[in-house]
């Protein structure tokens, strides 16, 4: 084992010989086991660059995590340094340029409660506590998303840390090749310390979500699909089968109930989403209505994500195009009758600005498919671990027919690489960035570039 006592920084190097050792290694997801060789527990970015330093100097690797909520695609970590960056929560909000500047442990809810003073928001997802950074290397799909596109491509330039340990900003004018890949290409070039993004002037949406019983089933579903193909790129939207947990944050009555869930947001007035959303009304009588007119801060509350650290095993993939056998195949395998074990599957709306090449985009453009399916299960003993994802399978399996080559970064939770997620050209572009600015393999993420590094 390195001598950690070599490398001093403001913050802290955790080891397997400290007492908090066991809580120190831990991702936001809890079942995953994170054995690093330490943990650099950091301050700033100059704590970032002398830990990469060391590294490279004693030939090992390096790792930056925010949350953790992406570490289910994370190679084995040993003869690795975990860089925590959670205690890095500066935000700066210049409200004539509408810009924020966000570094890397800084939540989404943050960001949010940063720039709705000033009218303005960033690209929330569904959960308040994913790390911006990880969010938005991997994309970042948005309940603005339809309108707006990935969260990667509003990113203007971004604070790094090199694989050689040195501090520099990359964007579209310097270090443009590895400025492309880390928006949308996940986070295995260099280690991020800072996000500048380009904001909304957007303060309120009409948004929400209608929960009926799950016994509404495929009609239900297919309402949904043919009002998502009339909306308007204003609207984004999921629709989803969801069992609540018997856990203090779910109301009482809706503790391990099936339910039948659509959320979603329309930007524009109150009365613009109110008729957007009103067609669903028509599905049938809702135990919770919760739509209405609120700031844009609460939008990543409206998915009602876990907000807490738990432990979870997801998987996710892409649906061409939703036809009625697809719908009845996905509520078969899903719905209220299929003996599903897990919490939740859900088809989340992509088109409009998602499905169109974006401009000056990074190595995530656009996707060609209708919809991104996500299914996660709680996994509280090896035994519902291993039935959800003995599931989690079968409806990979069961909605095979109709799924789309490729998969979308953040919903990709088992372990692959690139190259199982997006196109051949743009993984053959990321070997390039990988090769020239990592010819070690010193950084890992989840997701690797596949034959890219010469590190063995």
Not at 130 to 139: A, E, K, N
Not at 180 to 199: F, M, N, S
Not at 212 to 240: I, N
Request: hydrophobic letters at 40%.
């Amino acid at each position: 084992m390195s001598d950690f006592a070599e490398l001093s920084i403001d913050g802290r190097i955790a080891t397997p010989s400290d007492s908090d050792w066991d809580e120190v290694r831990l991702g936001w997801n809890l079942a995953i086991d994170q054995r690093p060789e330490a943990v650099a527990l950091v301050a700033n970015a100059e704590d970032i660059a002398k830990t990469v330093a060391f590294a490279a100097s004693h030939d090992l690797r390096v790792a930056g995590q925010g949350t953790g909520h992406g570490s289910t695609g994370l190679p084995p970590l040993d003869e690795t340094i975990l860089i925590k960056t959670a205690a890095m929560r500066g935000v700066e909000i210049d409200p004539d340029a509408q810009t924020a500047r966000v570094e890397a442990g800084v939540l989404s809810l943050e960001l949010g409660e940063a720039g709705q003073p000033n009218g303005l928001c960033g690209m929330p997802g569904s959960s308040p506590d994913v790390g911006i950074v990880g969010y938005t290397l991997g994309g970042g799909l948005s309940w603005l998303a339809r309108k707006h596109g990935f969260a990667c491509n509003r990113v203007t330039a971004i604070e790094v840390v090199t694989a050689a340990g040195e501090q520099r900003t990359v964007n579209a004018d310097d270090g443009a090749d590895l400025f492309w890949a880390l928006r949308g290409g996940g986070g295995g070039y260099a280690i991020v310390t800072a996000l500048h993004i380009a904001l909304l002037p957007i303060a309120e949406a009409y948004a929400g979500a209608l929960l009926f019983p799950a016994a509404v089933g495929a009609d239900a579903v297919r309402t949904y699909r043919d009002w998502a193909a009339e909306a308007p790129d204003e609207v984004t939207s999921v629709v989803r089968f969801l069992t609540p947990p018997p856990i203090p944050d779910v109301p009482e009555p809706l503790r391990g109930t099936p339910l039948l869930t659509i959320t979603g947001a329309c930007i524009g007035t109150q009365e613009e989403g109110e008729v957007a959303f009103a067609p669903l009304r028509q599905i049938g009588e809702t135990l919770m209505d919760t739509f209405g007119w609120m700031p844009t801060v609460g939008l990543s509350r409206i998915h009602m994500d876990p907000e807490n650290p738990v432990p979870g095993v997801g998987e996710g993939g892409l649906v061409k195009e939703l036809t009625d056998e697809a719908i009845d195949a996905f509520v078969g395998v899903a719905g209220p009758d299929s003996g599903t074990p897990l919490l939740l599957s859900e088809l989340r709306m992509l088109g409009g600005a998602l499905g169109r090449p974006a401009e000056n985009a990074g190595a995530l453009s656009h996707i060609d498919a209708d919809y991104a399916i996500y299914s996660v299960g709680m996994a509280m003993t090896p035994e519902m671990g291993d039935a959800a994802r003995a599931h989690l399978k079968k409806i990979g399996e069961t909605m095979k027919p109709w799924s789309s080559e490729g998969s979308y970064f953040n919903f990709t939770e088992a372990p692959c690489d690139v190259d199982a997620i997006l196109p051949p050209s743009v993984c053959d572009r990321l070997r390039e960035v990988k090769r020239a600015w990592d010819p070690e393999g010193r950084v890992v993420a989840n997701h690797a570039v596949a034959s890219a590094a010469t590190r063995s």
